[in-house]
């Protein structure tokens, strides 16, 4: 089992920026697929983007596409999401999660989560 703490969310205006970081404890970030959810108030969790274990590959949702961008630094053990462009519609918690799996945008898989970080984007 892996510990997930994300970091990074606050309020930003429409077409900012804002990169969060999720730090992993318990077990090497690199051997996982990691993820990136979020949920809006009102609405259920969707994914976001994932980076796939030992490969790098990376899935994006199409809504997120050519906006933000996920890396993984395993020095640090640490995942992040760059977000630009930001819209409203992005307000949402953002969540982390890691699973064994090769499989990375089916909420299902994924075991271990963070608590979220919440992004507000101000229209």
């Known amino acids: 089992q892996v510990q997930l703490v994300e970091s990074g969310g606050g309020l930003v205006q429409a077409g900012g920026s804002l990169r969060l970081s999720c730090a992993a404890s318990?077990?090497?970030?690199?051997?996982?697929?990691m993820g990136w959810f979020r949920q809006a108030p009102g609405k259920e969790r969707k994914f976001v983007a994932a980076i796939i274990r030992s490969g790098g590959s990376t899935y994006y949702a199409d809504s997120v596409k050519g906006r933000f961008t996920i890396s993984r630094d395993s020095a640090k053990d640490t995942v992040y999401l760059q977000m630009n462009s930001l819209k409203p519609e992005d307000t949402a918690v953002y969540y982390c999660?890691?699973?064994?799996?090769?499989?990375?945008?089916?909420?299902?898989?994924?075991?271990?989560w963070g608590q979220g970080t919440q992004v507000t984007v101000s229209s």
């Open positions: 999660a890691a699973t064994t799996s090769w499989i990375a945008t089916n909420e299902a898989v994924y075991r271990d």
């Open positions: 318990g077990g090497t970030s690199s051997t996982y697929t």
